[in-house]
């Protein structure tokens, strides 16, 4: 006989936090989010700790190399997604560890034998006034000149005018070498009042740029996530079929942290996956894998070896799973079955595994709820496809800005593997759709009014670190009525701005 759980499994919107005691320390800037991506000892710290509870999904929709610079600036990872070919793959991830931040690479270049017009319409299209002149007109070609806006005027030049008659020449620019700092590189800024200090190499090649207009950025990102090496973590999926030459690649370019990509993490080919990693790597390639729902599933994927475990099937707002086959949890429940596996496993063990709850995700406060029901973290896919730094396309819809976002189940993505049970190297029908998503701007932006309201809501319960709100925390089921309760009701919203959404 078929087995029957007593209980209905909930959704984070049918949880509420009730309020505990608020000291007077207890204020948002004082709250520390940092947490765990992977397995510890007891006593020992984990091998990477992130500064926010936030990582990307896994999705060709929403983690390339932009969304992984953007994310490991505010303190997170983004997931490189595996959808792709390995070599694809292993560059963005490659793109994202060489990543110097305040190093620019130029994309608006000339060559002594470009026009007047020919920076005009480059102006145009790009932007940005200040452009090198090379020998080729590339990017890294060798540097001969600058030409910005103070080197020409329209109304005493003629359009055909060479740009080697007006532009400043490399003997009269101040350079940096490729092996400097940025802070060397903002000394050499403020000590010469530029604006602009372009980074060559030893063979007068250009490199980067670097902007005195960025040096306030720079100290805008004290959370970023970097290696001991100061190098942006990133993290990239790997799937349960070619990790034997995807892994390697990844492996090469520098990832910090592996995951397997699967919508089902109960299966004999995530452990055979990791199985492979110990053989050939130990325990220096961290791996996460997934996504499971009940104790059965995370026992399983602990006892493999997992550095960290995905929580949830089916919740997606992308996610068709479980209208197509009838499998999945609510999402609240899955995560409160397997939080509770995870500390009996550390008691029994003393090796702490970090969760991730998966899916599920619509408000800001879901994550909080998220976190207070046991999540180390939370991975999100939607949340992340609004922003400016997510690969797709910006559209115009109705009037309205919006970026397309397509599930990895969807015919767009055609990510079989990721679905993948050992039958054919297709995939046989839908398990996602491919939609629209209102444009929301840039990560940074959003990102800390959100872990702002995280900050809030936690010292509404008395803590100030994500350990001390599992244990404190305290939640209530709410019913339908409550819930309609709960939001703006019995008048007419004059605005429905991001806040109230």
């Known amino acids: 006989m078929a087995f029957y759980y007593n209980e209905p499994s909930h959704t984070f919107s049918e949880y509420l936090l009730v309020p505990g005691y608020s000291g007077s320390d207890c204020v948002p800037?004082?709250?520390?989010?940092?947490?765990?991506?992977?397995?510890?000892?007891?006593?020992?710290?984990?091998?990477?700790t992130m500064n926010i509870p936030m990582v990307s999904a896994i999705m060709q929709s929403v983690s390339g190399e932009k969304m992984g610079i953007a994310l490991a600036k505010e303190g997170g990872v983004s997931f490189i997604f595996g959808s792709q070919s390995i070599e694809s793959q292993a560059a963005m991830v490659s793109r994202v560890k060489n990543y110097k931040a305040g190093f620019v690479l130029s994309d608006s270049n000339l060559t002594p034998d470009n026009t007047l017009e020919d920076v005009l319409a480059l102006l145009e299209k790009t932007g940005h006034s200040t452009m090198p002149v090379t020998d080729d007109g590339t990017t890294n070609g060798k540097l001969l000149g600058m030409v910005t806006s103070r080197d020409y005027r329209v109304s005493r030049l003629d359009g055909n005018s060479k740009v080697s008659e007006f532009m400043t020449p490399f003997e009269h620019l101040i350079t940096a070498n490729v092996?400097?700092?940025?802070?060397?590189?903002?000394?050499?800024?403020?000590?010469?009042?530029?604006?602009?200090?372009?980074?060559?190499?030893?063979?007068?090649?250009?490199?980067?740029?670097?902007?005195?207009?960025?040096?306030?950025?720079?100290?805008?990102?004290?959370?970023?996530?970097l290696d001991s090496d100061k190098r942006f973590v990133v993290g990239a999926g790997i799937n349960t079929r070619d990790y034997a030459e995807r892994v390697p690649a990844l492996v090469e370019a520098g990832a910090d942290v592996l995951c397997i990509d699967s919508s089902e993490g109960f299966s004999e080919w995530q452990k055979v996956t990791i199985d492979w990693i110990r053989q050939n790597y130990g325990d220096t390639v961290k791996v996460g894998a997934g996504n499971v729902v009940d104790k059965e599933g995370f026992e399983f994927l602990a006892n493999a070896g997992a550095d960290f475990i995905k929580v949830g099937i089916g919740g997606g707002s992308i996610c068709i799973t479980r209208e197509t086959k009838g499998?999945?949890?609510?999402?609240?429940?899955?995560?409160?079955?397997?939080?509770?596996?995870?500390?009996?496993?550390?008691?029994?063990?003393?090796?702490?595994?970090?969760?991730?709850?998966?899916?599920?995700?619509?408000?800001?406060?879901?994550?909080?709820?998220?976190?207070?029901?046991?999540?180390?973290?939370?991975?999100?896919?939607r949340y992340f496809s609004r922003f400016e730094e997510s690969p797709t396309n910006k559209l115009m819809i109705n009037g309205n800005f919006v970026k397309e976002y397509w599930g990895e189940g969807s015919n767009r993505a055609r990510n079989w593997q990721r679905y993948d049970l050992g039958g054919a190297t297709k995939l046989q029908f839908?398990?996602?759709?491919?939609?629209?998503?209102?444009?929301?701007?840039?990560?940074?932006?959003?990102?800390?009014?959100?872990?702002?309201?995280?900050?809030?809501?936690?010292?509404?319960?008395?803590?100030?670190?994500?350990?001390?709100?599992?244990?404190?925390?305290k939640l209530t089921l709410v019913s339908a009525t409550s819930i309609v309760e709960g939001g703006a009701?019995?008048?007419?919203?004059?605005?429905?701005?991001?806040?109230?959404?």
């Open 29 to 48: 800037n004082k709250v520390c989010l940092r947490t765990p991506l992977t397995k510890f000892k007891k006593g020992e710290e984990p091998a990477i």
């Open 179 to 225: 092996k400097s700092t940025l802070s060397d590189c903002n000394d050499i800024i403020w000590e010469h009042k530029l604006n602009t200090l372009p980074i060559i190499d030893d063979n007068q090649k250009l490199v980067y740029l670097v902007f005195r207009k960025d040096y306030d950025s720079h100290k805008e990102n004290p959370l970023e996530l």
């Open 327 to 381: 499998i999945g949890r609510g999402q609240a429940t899955a995560v409160i079955e397997v939080a509770k596996a995870r500390d009996e496993y550390f008691e029994r063990t003393g090796v702490y595994i970090p969760i991730c709850s998966d899916g599920g995700i619509v408000y800001d406060y879901h994550i909080t709820l998220a976190l207070a029901m046991g999540s180390d973290f939370v991975m999100l896919g």
């Open 430 to 473: 839908e398990e996602g759709v491919d939609s629209y998503v209102p444009y929301a701007g840039p990560l940074k932006d959003n990102v800390q009014t959100t872990l702002y309201k995280i900050k809030s809501t936690m010292c509404n319960c008395g803590a100030l670190t994500i350990s001390e709100l599992q244990q404190n925390a």
């Open 489 to 501: 009701h019995d008048v007419i919203v004059k605005d429905k701005n991001d806040n109230y959404k």
